[in-house]
């Protein structure tokens, strides 16, 4: 009998840990507003192959490059995006609504969602898409990230014009990555 006793007051020990503390068992957020006050910042290697129209005509890439991007999910949930150092079109963030569409130029559009537990950026190439996903834990301050190219169901290609330069891209490829996350925005004083 004491046996028993001892086994539901464990039970019952840990029902009450796992409602005072959702973060102990969560690994990641599964709304918007638990995100919302965030910054993260994800760098990562990647392997592209395809073929590089540009002035000098056609030429094959087979390259690694590295890649990050750092986003603050604002308390209003705008999504500001502010560019690598390194990109030398660094105009400032770019600020996008939740499910709201957004012009990259050249051509394509993007967006931020939150499906699934998974803050989304789709890129909208010429042919294709490209599809971030982040996976934030809140409470623990940690994230995961994906990255994913969906050719055009039509042509099978992916074209993307992102630098003024049409890449057909055949592969993309992670490597590796990195992601962290800090409360507050870390990246400016425009918050909102």
Same mark, same amino acid.
């Not at 079109?89 to 559009?109: C, E, H, K, R, Y």
């Not at 409470?139 to 050719?151: E, G, N, Q, R, V």
């Given at each position: 009998?004491? =046996?028993? $006793? ?22 990641? !957020? ?16 990647? $392997? ?5 129209? &540009? +002035?000098?005509?056609?030429? $094959? ?17 705008? +999504? ?20 709201? =569409?957004?012009?990259?130029?050249? &051509?394509?559009?993007? !967006? ?5 537990? $998974? ?5 909208? !190439? ?8 982040? =996976? ?32 057909? !891209? ?10 962290? +996350? ?11």
């Amino acid at each position: 009998m004491l =046996a028993v $006793h001892s086994r539901c007051f464990a039970a019952v020990r840990l029902i009450a840990i796992l409602v005072l503390f959702p973060g102990f068992t969560r690994v990641r !957020a599964e709304t918007l507003d638990e995100i919302k006050g965030l910054s993260v910042t994800i760098s990562w290697a990647q $392997h592209v192959v395809g073929t590089v129209h &540009d +002035v000098s005509g056609l030429r $094959h890439l087979d390259t690694n490059n590295n890649r990050s991007i750092s986003i603050y999910i604002s308390t209003k949930g705008n +999504v500001f995006e502010y560019p690598a150092e390194s990109n030398k079109w660094n105009f400032g963030p770019t600020v996008t609504s939740i499910n709201q =569409a957004g012009s990259l130029g050249n &051509d394509q559009m993007m !967006a931020w969602t939150m499906t699934a537990g $998974h803050l989304n950026k789709v890129i909208k !190439a010429i042919r294709g898409f490209v599809e971030y996903r982040i =996976a934030i834990d809140p409470y623990k301050l940690s994230c995961t990230f994906d990255l994913k190219m969906y050719p055009d169901p039509q042509t099978g290609t992916m074209i993307s014009n992102s630098v003024g330069t049409q890449l057909d !891209a055949v592969t993309l490829q992670m490597i590796g990555c990195s992601c962290t +996350v800090k409360k507050g925005n870390v990246f400016a004083s425009t918050t909102e």
